[in-house]
């Protein structure tokens, strides 16, 4: 992540499937998780039972069930909700930050780690498959990399 | 042979202390100055602009190019102690590490590759490569036991060289003599402290001196020492090679200014003693690494620090010899007070002695550097552009590669496969250094001749080209499969020939499919009766409102928006022919005749009339299996019974089969069955006789279906049918390893004949045990055309034996060089028209063949060059099996239409991307309108001769049906203006006839009414 993109944004949201996502405040690097009793909180390690929310599309903006319980997320505090007598639940608008998708495109670039020049092979010339994985393109989908197939 | 002029270099002769003289001295100390302070070259800009043509160059290195192979003293001769040789700092070195039982493996140098004894064989080595030259070192403790060259030579070690050089020179080969290859007599470390000492210059620079006076006769390159570079940092820095000092940082730097001190002497002894009569030229070989900006980011910071890596490693000793005649300044920033100080004399004295650039570009240097001198940026293995950063920094000078290649585990032996590879990428990038960058590179030296002592790696690694069990006295040479390869590329200086061959021209003929496919075109239209009711409960959801049901109208083909959007598409690539798949579970959701949906039929039989309507043949896959589908592309049913491990399955299917026929039959021209049931059968993951139960299920399907057409269909609606088969091509993975070229049979078998074999083969199909007698007649000619799905070629190589059952003992891999996609997939025309060839070859069938699927993916949303060089050389190779091989080729389908998300193998982007064309359907729609690669006249204004198609002229009628259709209104209006005119003329004529003749009345309107009718039925007709 670059400075710029961090300073600028205050949850991270990375789709880990479709209409899942994990949720990491930015500032405090902490994972917003939910433990089986349905209590919000900040985890340093992503917990993948207690860590992926459902996502729901209402009314243009985006709602976060719990995974436990499947209760939406409210980040405000339940004595404020109780005051006006229900419990407020949280809308979130994200945005796209084009910083962040170019980081993980970069990421991606193949050749870009260092050959290991200790090794016989350093550039995987001999990386090989076995036939049982032979790509088709009228019958894959996705192919990973090269040698891995 | 000679790379260049004779150096003339008025600034290095020795300084005479006259006035004049002294002024000249210092106008070009200031203009020396000026060139260090704003660096010495434009090698900086290797990291701002990248260098052009990347790809494999098909070509040679020019006349007289040296080719050439290498091998030091120490690494290969062994006899350390024999006939009155001394002892060398690694004879001692490795005894000592030899006692105390280190990590080099137990191991000495003390008989080595026995060269000092075997060196007849060694000769006999280079001349198997057809090498041009033989790059040795000479032993300096064998010449001189205590290392002192002013006392008498070990007369047998002088014998012995001379025998060396008298007997390349009698066989035409050139000597290239390197005098210190890191061997330094021990009694030189031991009284003199070795490099770290002065006084080695002139110690080094008497030994240069006799060896120039008793060999120069026979010797037009010497090279003073090999990669000093290593000697000072793993000597004196680590530790790791002999003399193994450790301790003091400014050790390597006081030893390396020695070194290039003793370099510069002994060149100015030559330049002045022995060149005006030898006429050889002096050089002294550099190693080198290669450096990437961290991330692919070229920002100024990381190029400044990539120049600062680069200048830390060869600029140390590059830039005082070949620059300015000082070090970097950037290394003498940052190593202020270890860097040993040139006077402004010696800067004058050092720069300019060597008389071409002689660079190493192997493992040693990168191992030794990676840690300490990359500056966070990321090394990489480019010796192209080492090449040229050497070219850009130091004015252009003639270079030798005097080292070469990378290494190979000990374990790998003779069969040398990767080994080939990296020699392959490495001569290739010389190749490109020479042809596109005109870098005056002269020789090239294969690293190293026979397998050695490799320093502190011992004999765990390998660089020979050939290969030595170093358990066996005899140390026999047994060339490696590189040794085979590297002969051939000098034969052939450099790469002649690609594996493509010349464009020809030709045409297809006007019956040749020009086809796109695409997976499963289907847009269910919105037909929904029910009404819903939002957020009524304040949960934010659709809910619908019960009883009410709303009236909506017959369905028409005018639904299908996508459809029209769709076939645009086709229409815009301009094939004639279209291939898609039938959504299986779609049409039959239980799995049977019975829940066949009807919606689903309307479809189909909506888009194939449109495609009909247009002129575009259809080419109907009924099942095409994807990983995409959960169930494999087969109604659930079928797919929780087992799938094709069912027998059921066949009933099934041609139960389905049936139901096609019945309803698109009139529509379809092509029918394939299933597409790549070799591929297919890999899902199921299962042992060997369960895969033999699917593969004899799924040929007993199509076989089922294929009669099912013939008896019943055909008569009527004359299709073709077939399946298609996934038929990549394989090359041997090594071609100079037997089993690895077996391999490409064994493989060709079980992809394609385990498939083709029961349909077009009497007897001997791989399949006779699976598939009984009376099956197999069932299978016989069940085909109408062979249909192949080429993508790639892929290397293989098979370490086992391949059987029916036991098919995982080959493994497939690629060849580096080859240009590739982002996915991996290469580029690699030649195997299309390998695989043609080979299916000739075994069924001389008289069955046409069809490419029903070829492509690659690209990652551009335009301007896709690689898939436009890949359909025009993909095509010329069907072209070339037509009219060069006889080959009956009757189509070629471009996978695919359209992408279904990001950039990949679509002629159009996905429809999230407003389905914009890239530039590959010019290139194809080009190709098609002049059905191939037609002669074109001289003149560039005439266009190509293209002999017209009945096709065209059909096109043509269609166009004119379009363009009628496409004023629909103003044709409707003309009708009407029409009939009415009509009607009025009928009235009044009916008037008079009336009054002429009142009992022929009737007839008349009637006829006149018919006419009407039938105008307005066919306005209506040709739009949906």
Known sequence: ?149 | MSPGSNPSSPSMTRVHSSPWVLSLRLSLLLAIWDRAKCGSGDGKSLWQRPLTNNDFLTGTFPDGFLWGVGTSAFQTEGSWDRDGKGASIWDHFTHKLYRMGNSIGMATADTASDSYALWEQDVESVRYLGAKFYAFSLSWPRLFSDGNSTGPPNPVAVEHYQQLIRMLKALGLEPVVTLFHWDLPQSLQEHLGGWKNPEMVRVFSDYATFCFATFGRDVRYWITMHNPLLLALLGYGTGAHAPGVTGDPADPFIVAHNLIRAHAESWHIYDKQFRPHQHGQVSITLGSHWVEPFKGQATAVNVELCQKSMEAVIGWFAEPIHGSGDYPSSLQVSHQGLIPEFTPEEKLWVRGTADFFSLAFGPDTPRAVHSISSFGQSGMLNLRKVLVWVQQEYRDPHVLVAESSWFSDASVGVEDTVAIFYMKRFINQVLQAVVVDHVKVFGYTAWSLVDGFEWNNGYSIRRGLFYIDFNQPQRTRVPKTTAQFYRKVVKDNGFPTNETGKDITGQFPCDFHFGVVHLQPFSPQFTDPLLYRWNYTGDGTLRPVIGVRLRTRGSQCSDFLAIQRHIQLVEMTGTSHYRFGLDWPQLFPNGDISSADREAVRYYRCLLTELQRKGIQAVVTLYQPSLRSPTMGMPSPQHDSGGWMNTSMVEAFANYATFCYQEFGSLVQVWITINEPNRLIETYNRNAQDRERVVRNLLLAHARAWNIYHTHFRQLQGAKVSFTIHADWVEPANPFVKSHRNAVQSFMLLELGRFLDPFLKDMDHPNKKTVLTDERAELKGALDFIALNHFTTRLVLSKAPLTETYNHGYSLMYDPTWTSSKKGQALAPWGLRRVLGWVKDRYRDSRSIVITATGIDDQASHDDQLRQTYIRSYLQEVLKAREMDGIDVGGFYVWKLQDHHGSDFGFFTSSHHRSQPKASVTVYRELISQRGFPVTTGDPVTSPLVMPCELNERRMACWLCNGLAENRPLLFFGICVTISMLMLAGVIITSVVVKSRKHKRRGVIQILHKKGVLLVFESGNPIL
């Open chain 1, 1 to 149: 992540m670059t400075p710029v993109c961090c300073v600028e944004g205050v949850l991270e949201l990375r789709s880990v499937r479709p209409g899942e996502t994990v949720i990491r405040g930015v500032a405090a690097s902490l994972f917003l998780c939910v433990n089986p009793a349905g209590h919000l909180r900040g985890q340093w390690h992503y917990t993948e039972e207690d860590c992926t929310f459902r996502e729901l599309l209402v009314d243009s903006y985006t709602m976060f069930l719990s995974p436990h319980t499947s209760l939406p997320v409210s980040l405000r505090s339940k004595q404020s909700g109780k005051k006006r007598g229900h419990l407020h639940l949280s809308h979130f608008l994200p945005v796209k930050n084009p910083g962040l998708l170019i980081e993980e495109k970069d990421g991606q670039e193949p050749g870009i780690e260092d050959p290991d020049v200790n090794s016989e092979d350093p550039l995987g010339f001999g990386q090989m498959s076995q036939a049982h994985a032979i790509f088709s393109p009228s019958m894959h989908r996705k192919k990973k990399r090269r040698g891995l197939q």
